[in-house]
T-cell receptor, first 113, second 115 residues
Framework: DVKVTQSSRYLVKRTGEKVFLECVQD?????MFWYRQDPGLGLRLIYF???????EKGDIPEGYSVSREKKERFSLILESASTNQTSMYLC????????????FGPGTRLTVL | AQKITQTQPGMFVQEKEAVTLDCTYD???????LFWYKQPSSGEMIFLIY??????QNATEGRYSLNFQKARKSANLVISASQLGDSAMYFC????????????FGTGTRLTIIP
């Protein structure tokens, strides 16, 4: 069974804290993605990575950074969390190829107080 | 301009009826793919169905079919014989161009099946 796991389902942090969200996939996928999901806005791409140590900005990268040191792991970092980063964060991965769907993790609901 | 538009924020459908969820898209690339995902209240995103821009036939997967009208740039999801377990958020998404792995999502439709 293919699997994408995320380090936490729920997380509560304080404004200004550094926050790490971890994502691991066991499918040997080249591509990994971080989205945030907000009501009425759908899923918006924050960052993605198409190979180890490679990354590209998505549509809303401001306030976030990422790290991909190993193929199976993709981390999202909030350097200094703010209340407007309270959201659901979803990680996904996919093989390279037009017909391949993205596989999603269960999501992390982050609350910044 | 929105690349993916889902105009129905919410829908209520009687159990066992068929339901159509609307999706229109905007791209100038001749090569693209369209995806539908289901998100139950548990939060996981479940892939349902895929349609490629060059596919000659509409995609089908069990009770799910995709009504692909290329000239109208629409890719509506049809669920036949709806069940209570179909209650969820549904997202349409598009991948544009060869070699591009990114998806652009619509804002979603919340479907509620009424017993």
């Amino acid at each position: 069974d293919v699997k994408v796991t995320q380090s936490s389902r729920y997380l509560v942090k304080r404004t200004g804290e550094k926050v790490f969200l971890e994502c691991v996939q066991d499918m040997d996928h080249e591509n990994m993605f971080w989205y945030r999901q907000d009501p009425g806005l759908g899923l918006r791409l924050i960052y993605f990575s198409y190979d180890v140590k490679m990354k590209e900005k998505g549509d809303i990268p401001e306030g976030y950074s990422v790290s991909r040191e190993k193929k199976e792991r993709f981390s999202l970092i909030l350097e200094s969390a703010s209340t407007n980063q309270t959201s659901m964060y979803l990680c996904a991965s996919t093989l390279t190829g037009s017909y391949n769907e993205q596989f999603f993790g269960p999501g992390t609901r982050l609350t910044v107080l | 301009a929105q690349k993916i538009t889902q105009t129905q924020p919410g829908m209520f459908v009687q159990e066992k009826e068929a339901v159509t969820l609307d999706c229109t898209y905007d791209t100038s690339d001749p090569s693209y793919g369209l995806f539908w995902y289901k998100q139950p209240s548990s939060g996981e995103m479940i892939f349902l169905i895929y349609q490629g821009s060059y596919d000659q036939q509409n995609a089908t997967e069990g009770r799910y079919s995709l009504n692909f009208q290329k000239a109208r740039k629409s890719a509506n999801l049809v669920i036949s014989a709806s069940q209570l377990g179909d209650s969820a958020m549904y997202f349409c998404a598009m991948r544009e161009g060869p070699g591009n792995e990114k998806l652009t999502f619509g804002t979603g439709t919340r479907l509620t099946i009424i017993p």
